[in-house]
């Protein structure tokens, strides 16, 4: 029995612009000291820049970067005996997504390109094509 409540999940209301839950959580991901309206223009920037080099609609990449990241499997630690052992795990479905969400908007924060957008676009293009760093922490 957990010794903890269980907490209730709040529901995300989807962005005004794609509609998208998914977009929302990107935003919320992006969005430093509570700064919302430049972390929108962030995102929908990156997502118009994905856009235009894919020739694809922007959801559908990001859904399918998003994708290529998820987690399917994690090491947590396991006390038997004395001893503690690292073992795997499935990934539940809402915690493999914020991973991935959250492993995107981090490595490209640490890319070299001069502005948040490119850097973002450059990260979800590269997850699309199973390379970067986000595609790399999944392993």
Known sequence: MPRRAEIPVRPV???PVYNSQLVTQ????VMTRGKKSSAEQIVYGALDRVGS???KPPIEVLEQAV???????????????GAQYQVPVEVPQR?????AVRWIVTFARQRREKHMDEKLAGEILDALEQQGGAFKRKD
Do not use: F, H
Not at 67 to 81: Q, W
């Open 13 to 15: 209301a989807p962005d």
């Open 26 to 29: 990107v935003i919320n991901k």
């Open 53 to 55: 080099k894919t020739g």
């Open 67 to 81: 994708k290529t990241v998820t987690p399917v499997l994690e090491v947590r630690p396991r006390r038997v005996g």
């Open 95 to 99: 915690r493999a997504r914020t991973l």
